[in-house]
């Protein structure tokens, strides 16, 4: 008996639970065509906070920098390639959820990452963007080799951000910025309890009866990169822009105890200056 053809091969990595990782949802349990019905459905949060954060983060874009706004447009895709992979667990849905992953955050770090961070020969953020670049080069290609440490590797970033953050909130006195790296932190701890839970919980889940940790951390992570993303966004503006008296809001009220965090710019900007 002879090997696959590469046709064979190709169809697949396209084909249902062709990847190597299924979550704790039961398969097949609610659809014949979805193979984790909750875990799919609730990408939904992605396609609903993407075009609100574009919104609420256009005036500092558009003073800033207008490939801000590619992180949440990317996110977008995240959802979809996330939907996908859990309505198929295939191969190559899962090769989507984590490249679009890596992408976003190549694209964060490039345009967000602190100078002061940045290692000693790299001198302007151009050089550190082409750094970025490249590394992201080499590991989109070494994901292939071991597919099933991705995931692990990506969680990675969520550790260095929290450092990152760490360092930058330790002397800040900013009121508003501090409630706003608790609740970005306090999501992050929730949705990655979520993710390891699911992961090396599941026995006992399945005993509960429950098996939506993955679903949710869908929803918290969204959150909380929402809340994480408009921090390291704020506090790059009162360095890069500062003229603009940078402020931080919630959308859709102030005093509502839960909303979209924004930037508001209460400076003149640039354009107003050249006028
Ligand atoms: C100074 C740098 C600033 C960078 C800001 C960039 C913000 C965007 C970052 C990450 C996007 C995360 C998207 C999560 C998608 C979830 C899809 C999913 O569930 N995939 C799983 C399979 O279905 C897969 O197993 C998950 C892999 C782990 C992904 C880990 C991503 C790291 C998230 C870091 C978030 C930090 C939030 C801030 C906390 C203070
Ligand atoms: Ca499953
Ligand atoms: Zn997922």
Known sequence: M???????????????ESS?????????RHSDHVVEYFNTMSNFVFFLVSPIMLYLLHPYAKERNLAIHM???MMFFVGLFSAYFHMTLSFVGQMLDELSILWVLAIGYAIWFPRKFFP???????????LVLLVTIISSLSSFVKPTINAYALN????????ILAVEMRCCMDQKALRLAKLSVALW???ITCWVSDR???????????????????ILIVMAVAYG???????????????????????????????????????????????
């Open 71 to 73: 992180v949440w447009i």
């Open 20 to 28: 190597e990782i299924d979550w704790c949802e039961d398969n097949y």
């Open 229 to 275: 993303s408009t921090l390291i966004a704020y506090l790059d503006a009162i360095y890069e822009i500062p003229y603009s008296l940078p402020g931080l809001q919630y959308w859709p009220c102030e005093k509502w105890p839960v909303g979209f965090p924004h930037i508001v710019l209460k400076g003149t900007t640039k354009t107003q200056k050249r006028c």
């Open 156 to 163: 990675c970033f969520g550790l260095h951000m929290l450092y």
């Open 200 to 218: 090396f919980g599941c026995s006992f889940w399945q005993q509960m009866n429950f098996c939506y940790l993955h679903g949710l951390w869908h």
């Open 189 to 191: 701890v929730l949705a």
């Open 120 to 130: 000693s020969y790299v001198k302007d953020r151009s050089t550190f963007s082409k």
């Open 2 to 16: 002879t090997g696959f053809s590469s046709s064979e091969k190709m169809a697949g990595v396209f084909s249902y």
